[in-house]
């Protein structure tokens, strides 16, 4: 079946060092959304990308979808204690199909 | 507008036992989902309701079950649970269209003892 992975699954940076994460998929999505759950929160949606190579910024946070539309990245530029949590990304694989989410990294931020 | 709610926030049952999660979503949305979250596991798709029926569904067994009412509320059931089955189970609604962001709920977190 379809698998989405994020790997590594915890990364530890310094306050003000920047941070990128990697989404793969082992089909061809039609669209991706990337998620964010604080400790001890739930997932809040953060971007969904839909177009092959689109680029979509949030303030810090830069997304990215790949040219084949299997992989995408999360980009955050000098990062802060705010920035702390889990970041998961998920993904369709055409119109009703299911969301599969990866497992997610989970980022720690050194003050 | 209210989130999407889930009840109760937990719950502690032992095995052999069964239990069922209740989940009302945001006004307007038809679609929602189930996933269970574990560590290292990260979210597991469950199953999906729209429109009172069952539009996809995971890779669990069958104790795990699940309905949705015409108010869009949908309730989720576990029987013969297992320990094993201990986690924070996640509902999320979404609007009718397909492909759509979820919005979540807060979660139940269930324990077995």
């Known amino acids: 079946g379809q698998q989405v992975m994020q790997i590594p699954q915890y990364q530890h940076v310094q306050e003000g060092e920047d941070f990128t994460t990697y989404c793969n998929s082992s089909t061809t999505l039609s669209n991706i959304q990337w998620y964010k759950q604080r400790p001890g929160g739930h997932p809040v949606f953060l971007i969904q990308?839909?177009?092959?190579?689109e680029v979509k910024k949030q303030k810090r946070l830069t997304f990215q979808f790949g040219e084949a539309k299997k992989n995408s990245s999360l980009h955050i530029t000098a990062t802060q204690t705010t920035d702390v949590g889990t970041y998961f990304c998920a993904g369709y694989t055409g119109a009703n199909s299911k969301l599969t989410f990866g497992k997610g990294i989970t980022l720690s931020v050194r003050p | 507008k209210a989130g999407v709610t889930q009840t109760p926030r937990y719950l502690i049952k032992t095995r052999g036992q069964q239990v069922t999660l209740s989940c009302s979503p945001i006004s307007g949305h038809r679609s929602v989902s189930w996933y269970q979250q574990t560590p290292g596991q990260g979210l597991q798709f469950l199953f999906e309701?729209?429109?009172?029926?069952?539009?996809n569904k995971g890779n669990f067994p069958g104790r795990f079950s699940g309905r949705q009412f015409s108010n869009s509320r949908s309730e989720m059931n576990v029987s013969t649970l297992e320990l094993g089955d201990s986690a924070l189970y996640l509902c999320?609604?979404?609007?009718?269209?397909?492909?759509?962001?979820?919005?979540f709920g807060d979660g139940t977190r269930l324990s077995i003892l």
């Open positions: 990308l839909v177009k092959s190579g």
């Open positions: 999320a609604s979404s609007l009718e269209f397909p492909n759509q962001p979820q919005h």
């Open positions: 309701y729209f429109s009172e029926t069952q539009r």
